[in-house]
């Protein structure tokens, strides 16, 4: 298996755009996390998918965050509009079960100018 | 909220010694994981300990667990310029069973 999937690795774009970054899971798993990563906030989950549902986005900071995973293989976060602020970096992981190993993807370093 | 907290922040050493990391946590869990982030990737799975165990090893590391002190430690022995990345532990967060990071070691290992 190729692992986890994101794309792009890097996005540098400027305030006010729109940012979409993807995620394609380790097929067969039926989690899929979100998180961001700081300096100053360390690793902050932003929400995670069972079964591609949405089960908890209490780590979205905003309204201007959204995330959807229409199959089993494909999710997406969207910041709209992005503001310097969201500048980080961006994982996605995938894992059988909840509480068990989870498979990180190599990271989206999102720039906002 | 972080439920596991990793201890020293920082930690740098030369090859060949044991490098420690310690991690703390709140409230009663099931398992507890490391994992290993070198520079500018992702995280890797080290090893998962389960609450009815009380020591784990893996190639040249050792975990083990201490569910009276809710605390945990990584041992990685005769180390290598290799290790030089951040560590950090996850511990299930209330009753959602998913894991939460702490901040994390860095460790450097001087060749």
């Known amino acids: 298996d190729a692992g986890v999937i994101q794309s792009p690795r890097h996005e540098v774009t400027e305030m006010g755009q729109e940012v979409t970054l993807r995620c394609k899971p380790i097929s067969g798993h039926d989690y899929l996390f979100w998180y961001r990563q700081t300096m100053m906030r360390g690793l902050e989950l932003l929400i995670y998918f069972n079964n591609n549902v949405p089960i908890d986005d209490s780590g979205m900071p905003e309204d201007r965050f959204s995330a959807k995973m229409p199959n089993a293989s494909f999710s997406t976060l969207k910041i709209q509009p992005s503001e310097p602020r969201d500048s980080a970096v961006y994982f996605c992981?995938?894992?059988?079960?909840?509480?068990?190993?989870?498979?990180f993807g190599p990271g989206t370093r999102l720039t906002v100018l | 909220s972080q439920q596991g907290e990793e201890d020293p922040q920082a930690l740098s050493i030369q090859e060949g010694e044991n490098a420690t990391m310690n991690c703390s946590y709140k409230t009663s869990i099931n398992n507890l994981q490391w994992y290993r982030q070198n520079s500018g990737r992702g995280l890797v799975h080290l090893i998962l300990?389960?609450?009815?165990?009380r020591e784990k090893h893996s190639g040249r590391l050792r975990v083990t667990l201490d569910t009276s002190k809710k605390s945990s430690s990584l041992l990685i022995t005769a180390s290598r310029a290799a290790d030089t990345a951040s560590y950090f532990c996850?511990?299930?967060?209330?009753?959602?069973?998913?894991?939460?990071f702490g901040r994390g070691t860095s460790l450097i290992v001087h060749p």
């Open positions: 996850a511990t299930p967060s209330g009753g959602s069973y998913i894991p939460t």
């Open positions: 300990i389960r609450s009815n165990e």
């Open positions: 992981a995938s894992s059988s079960s909840r509480a068990d190993t989870q498979y």
